[in-house]
C-alpha cells in the first residue's frame, strides 16, 4: 500500500475510532436522565409502534442500542423467545438492568460492528434512534443481517424531521452523530444488504421505520 493511502486509511481508522469514544461517552453522561425528558414519550412510541410490525410468534430478538431497556420490555411483553439488549453504554446498561429487575432478558455490551452471536440466531433485529449514531452504516446492517435467521425482520427506526436543514443542525449541534438518513437513503441500504419486502413508515413526528426481511 502507498504511503498516502496508507496515510489516508490510518486518518479515517482514527476518525471512527474518536466518533466512537465520543458516542460512548456521550450516552454514558445521558444515562442519568434519559428517561426524564418528552423525548423519551416520542421515543417510546415509536418503539411500540415498530414492535407492532412484529407478526411472527414466540419470536426471538435482538435490540442493538438498547438504551435504558425500556424497548426490551415492550418486546417481553410480545413474546415468550429470548430478548437479548446491547449497547455500547455501561451506564445505560447499568438502567437497562434495574429496570428489568430480574426479568429474562440477556444484557451485553457490544459494538453493532461485531455483535456476538452466531449467524441466524434471531427472529427479528431491531434498532430505534441509534443509526445515525453509527459509523460504518453498511456494515452494522451486513452484522445485523448476519444474526438474522432467513425470513427474519430487520426493523430500523430512526430520526428524521421533515425538512432537511433541520437534519443538518442536528448533525451539528448533537455529539456523535454520523448522518441523519432520509428514507430513499435507508432504502438503498437495505437493497444493498439484500433485503426484500420493505416498508417504510413515518411515526411518531419525528421517526420513520424501515422493515425488511432477510
Known amino acids: 500500500m502507498s504511503l498516502p493511502k ?7 481508522k482514527k476518525k471512527k475510532q474518536s ?3 465520543e458516542n460512548k461517552e456521550y450516552f454514558n453522561k445521558w444515562a442519568h436522565t434519559y428517561d426524564k425528558y418528552l423525548f423519551r414519550w416520542f421515543m417510546k412510541r415509536a418503539q411500540q409502534k415498530s414492535i407492532d410490525l412484529i407478526d411472527k410468534m414466540n419470536f426471538s ?5 438498547c438504551g435504558t431497556g425500556e424497548g426490551l420490555l415492550m418486546l417481553k411483553e410480545k413474546t415468550n423467545g429470548t430478548i437479548v439488549g ?9 438502567r437497562a438492568k434495574e429496570k ?11 459494538n453493532v460492528e461485531s455483535i456476538p452471536y452466531n449467524d441466524e ?3 427479528v433485529v431491531m434498532s430505534t434512534e441509534s443509526f445515525h449514531h453509527y ?3 453498511k456494515r452494522a446492517i451486513n452484522e445485523m443481517k448476519r444474526v438474522l435467521k432467513k425470513g427474519g425482520d430487520l426493523i430500523i427506526t430512526d430520526a428524521n424531521f421533515y425538512l432537511p436543514l433541520f437534519n443538518k443542525i442536528m448533525e451539528k449541534i448533537e455529539p456523535g452523530i454520523v448522518h441523519i438518513y432520509n428514507k430513499q437513503e435507508m432504502k438503498k441500504l437495505f437493497i444493498q444488504a439484500g433485503f426484500k ?3 417504510q413508515k413515518r411515526t411518531a413526528f419525528a421517526f420513520f421505520i424501515t422493515k425488511g426481511v432477510k
Open 6 to 12: 496508507l496515510l489516508i486509511k490510518n486518518i479515517l
Open 19 to 21: 466518533r466512537f469514544q
Open 61 to 65: 430478538a435482538l435490540e442493538v442500542g
Open 86 to 94: 446491547i449497547d455500547i453504554s455501561e451506564e445505560m446498561l447499568k
Open 100 to 110: 428489568l429487575n430480574g426479568r429474562n432478558v440477556n444484557l451485553k455490551k457490544a
Open 121 to 123: 440466531t434471531f427472529d
Open 135 to 137: 459509523v460504518n452504516p
Open 197 to 199: 419486502d420493505i416498508v
